[in-house]
């Protein structure tokens, strides 16, 4: 029989095996094409980020990133399929601002929101914009904010479809400004915008990626910005908070995950590599087309942020009711 002192002995000698190589691990990571899903359809924000990054990492990894477009259901279909991979570092996925809501807009969703996944780094993020039109009477947004205490429901604003984060902006304005205003479903920014420019509806809420063209010179303003420090795309547009509604913060944001139980190594690794590729020129300059900045959050930051957001919408999405259509 073994005394104490051995099985301790043998004990402390296993895991510093295991230690070592879970260590040689991370240092030889990616021995393999690393696969990240996209849960949109190739063309869109998310998936010329994740390609522009791709193109990032492969200098640092030796060898290019898989992009794989997996869309659906709001970004489960991807999510779900992430949940499912081995936790190895070779299947990760950039989710938008929506995926820590989806509990809440969706029925059921097939996996846990949290314990399912383990989060690496908050990548971008970019602040909707509070558009009117460019001889809006609507001079600032406490205007406009008045107008419609004046009148509920007399305002309608035009946003991107049911759920989205203009939605999602648009209605967390209203829960805290205590105003009714309609929210009106297009089927995407641009429409929206053509609306306002149109004079078919007062305002729209838009990512600025959608409206940042249209607002330097063009038939539309900007009465207000929806983060909680003013963009650098618009420096002389005041945010929300500002305007009249304090502690008002909303972004439009991207992030990596990773399934569950990854090793911490290869999530540190990670981590240092997202935030190298995130320096690189090509990304930031695509950033900086749609507005948006880089951020290179930590896990950690990255897991309490998430939760945060959980936190704060599920009041506002249950109080308008928001489910998916």
């Given at each position: 029989?073994?005394?104490?002192?051995?099985?301790?002995?043998?004990?402390?000698?296993?895991?510093?095996?295991?230690?070592?190589?879970?260590?040689?691990?991370?240092?030889?990571?990616?021995?393999?094409?690393?696969?990240?899903?996209?849960?949109?359809?190739?063309?869109?924000?998310?998936?010329?980020?994740?390609?522009?990054?791709?193109?990032?990492?492969?200098?640092?990894?030796?060898?290019?990133?898989?992009?794989?477009?997996?869309?659906?259901?709001?970004g489960?279909v991807?999510?779900?399929?992430?949940?499912?991979?081995?936790?190895?570092?070779?299947?990760?996925?950039?989710?938008?601002?929506g995926?820590?809501?989806?509990?809440?807009?969706?029925?059921?969703?097939?996996?846990?929101?949290?314990?399912?996944?383990?989060?690496?780094?908050?990548v971008?993020?970019?602040?909707?914009?509070?558009?009117?039109?460019?001889?809006?009477?609507?001079?600032?947004?406490?205007?406009?904010?008045?107008?419609?205490?004046?009148?509920?429901?007399?305002?309608?604003?035009?946003?991107?479809?049911?759920?989205t984060?203009?939605?999602?902006?648009?209605?967390?304005?209203?829960?805290?400004?205590?105003?009714?205003?309609?929210?009106?479903?297009?089927?995407?920014?641009?429409?929206?915008?053509?609306?306002?420019?149109?004079?078919?509806?007062?305002?729209?809420?838009n990512p600025?990626?959608?409206?940042?063209?249209?607002?330097?010179?063009?038939?539309?303003?900007?009465?207000?910005?929806?983060?909680?420090?003013?963009?650098?795309?618009?420096?002389?547009?005041?945010?929300?908070?500002?305007?009249?509604?304090?502690?008002?913060d909303?972004?439009?944001?991207?992030?990596?995950?990773?399934?569950?139980?990854?090793?911490?190594?290869?999530?540190?690794?990670?981590?240092?590599?997202?935030?190298?590729?995130?320096?690189?020129?090509?990304?930031?300059?695509?950033?900086?087309?749609?507005?948006?900045?880089?951020?290179?959050?930590?896990?950690?930051?990255?897991?309490?942020?998430?939760?945060?957001?959980?936190?704060?919408?599920?009041?506002?999405?249950?109080?308008?009711?928001?489910?998916a259509?």
């Amino acid at each position: 029989m073994l005394g104490l002192s051995t099985t301790i002995g043998r004990l402390a000698v296993g895991a510093g095996v295991l230690l070592a190589a879970s260590v040689a691990q991370a240092e030889n990571y990616p021995s393999k094409p690393v696969h990240i899903l996209v849960p949109y359809a190739a063309g869109g924000a998310v998936d010329v980020l994740a390609r522009t990054l791709g193109q990032a990492l492969a200098k640092t990894w030796g060898q290019q990133p898989v992009i794989d477009n997996r869309p659906g259901a709001g970004g489960i279909v991807a999510s779900q399929t992430l949940a499912q991979a081995a936790p190895d570092g070779y299947t990760l996925i950039l989710v938008a601002s929506g995926h820590p809501l989806n509990q809440f807009i969706y029925p059921s969703v097939p996996y846990d929101t949290f314990r399912d996944f383990t989060a690496i780094t908050e990548v971008a993020s970019s602040p909707l914009a509070i558009v009117v039109a460019k001889d809006s009477p609507y001079k600032t947004l406490g205007d406009l904010l008045a107008a419609a205490r004046k009148e509920p429901d007399k305002l309608s604003y035009g946003m991107s479809g049911n759920g989205t984060s203009a939605h999602l902006a648009g209605e967390l304005l209203k829960y805290m400004s205590g105003t009714s205003i309609v929210a009106i479903p297009y089927k995407g920014g641009a429409p929206a915008l053509t609306a306002v420019i149109a004079g078919e509806i007062p305002l729209s809420i838009n990512p600025l990626a959608e409206a940042i063209g249209q607002l330097e010179g063009g038939p539309v303003r900007a009465l207000a910005v929806t983060s909680a420090e003013r963009s650098k795309a618009l420096p002389d547009v005041p945010t929300i908070a500002e305007a009249g509604v304090p502690g008002y913060d909303v972004s439009v944001w991207w992030g990596v995950l990773g399934p569950a139980k990854m090793p911490p190594e290869i999530v540190a690794k990670l981590e240092t590599d997202l935030k190298t590729a995130l320096q690189d020129p090509s990304v930031l300059s695509t950033l900086g087309k749609i507005g948006a900045a880089p951020v290179g959050s930590s896990a950690k930051d990255f897991d309490a942020y998430m939760h945060a957001e959980a936190t704060k919408w599920e009041p506002v999405l249950r109080a308008a009711n928001i489910r998916a259509q």
